[in-house]
């Protein structure tokens, strides 16, 4: 069952209304519901859009040509099949459809650029009344794989030259790893060309009445905010637990305390950066991003708000647990 996400749908909805000018990052924590949203925001959307949806998680990309063939996906049919199937279903999930012939000449005549290929693609469709609308889902696999610095560049370039330059294409990024962001928002040097949208843990209010809807009491719904504050994944989980739900949120956290003792092993610089969170819900971020912050980050124990300048535990589990390791 989708939840909520009222305001944030509007605002997305606002976002595609008007043309295409920015790149925006979606971001937030790990488990707050990205992922659960955008599939939501792409079922409401009026039919002149044509969303291009992909999702990088578990995908192997060592490569340009390991790229390419997640961007693209081969489909049987002409590019004008293609075309006109997409202008029916307004609807792609895992890649630009493309012929086979086209993919390997893309892939292997140097004198293709899959870039502007795609530009003209996207072009054909706001020719026919289209609003194309392309969505990378976990985009930090590319980051994580330290692929070429160039391939990066050219990326955000692109993404550049849909929005700001042509405007033909929205442009949506979703990742929970926000040092990705940071890093090639400076390097890519996309001030002034892109935006953030971030996507947190449920507030309070909105989580007790998920829970009472899942069909917890009153207690019981209170006692699940005390652990997992906000986030829709234990949330979701919980009622399957109601017959001992104590035992399953002390359960859960043991685990998240464990795992983290085991992350840090006694290392200074991480315990000196997670004890600030002992008597503190959120420290500042001052833009810098040491090696502690960078471990920890990676780990999904401490969460960077660029936008709202904070850094804090990825959600009230992660809170508590180093709370009770180091308080
Ligand atoms: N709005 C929501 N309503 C109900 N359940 C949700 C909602 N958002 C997230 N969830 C639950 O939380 C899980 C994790 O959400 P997901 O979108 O995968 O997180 P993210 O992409 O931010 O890591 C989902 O599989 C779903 O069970
Ligand atoms: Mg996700």
Not at 23 to 28: A, D, H, K, P, Q
Not at 116 to 122: A, D, G, H, K, Q
Not at 220 to 238: C, M, Q, R, S, T
Request: glycine share 8%; hydrophobic share 45%; aromatic share 12%.
């Amino acid at each position: 069952m989708f939840f909520d996400r009222e305001r944030e749908l509007d605002k997305l909805l606002r976002l595609v209304s008007a043309e295409p000018n920015l790149i925006t990052f979606v971001y937030g924590p790990i488990n707050s519901g990205k992922t659960a949203l955008i599939t939501e925001f792409i079922e409401k959307l009026p039919n002149d859009y044509v969303t291009f949806y992909i999702n990088l998680r578990g995908r192997f990309i060592n490569s340009y040509g390991d790229f390419m063939k997640v961007l693209f996906s081969v489909k049987e049919g002409s590019v004008k099949e293609l075309l006109a199937e997409l202008l029916k279903s307004g609807l792609a999930y895992g890649g630009i459809p493309v012929p086979e012939g086209i993919f390997r000449k893309l892939l292997e005549d140097e004198k293709e650029d899959p870039f502007l290929f795609l530009e003209n693609y996207l072009r054909e469709l706001v020719e026919r009344g289209k609003r194309p609308l392309l969505i990378l889902d976990e985009l930090q696999v590319i980051g994580d794989l330290e692929l070429d610095g160039p391939l990066i560049y050219r990326l955000f370039n692109f993404f550049v030259r849909l929005t700001k330059e042509t405007h033909l294409s929205h442009v949506f990024l979703v990742t929970s790893d926000s040092l990705f962001i940071e890093k090639v928002y400076n390097e890519a040097m996309l001030h002034g060309r892109a935006e953030y949208f971030l996507v947190d843990d449920f507030d309070r209010r909105t989580a007790l009445e998920f829970l009472w809807k899942l069909g917890l009491n009153a207690s019981e719904a209170e006692l699940v905010w005390n652990y997992f504050g906000g986030k829709p994944v234990y949330l979701a989980e919980a009622p399957k637990h109601r017959d001992e739900l104590k035992e399953w949120c002390e359960r859960t956290l043991r685990l998240r305390v464990q795992s983290i003792n085991a992350l840090i092993g006694g290392r200074k610089g991480l315990v000196n950066l997670l004890r600030e969170f002992v008597d503190k819900d959120s420290i500042p971020f001052d833009g810098r991003v040491s090696k502690v912050l960078t471990k920890l980050v990676k780990a999904n124990v401490l969460f960077v708000d660029p936008l709202n300048g904070v850094v804090r535990p990825q959600g009230r589990l992660e809170l508590l647990a180093i709370r009770r390791l180091l308080g």
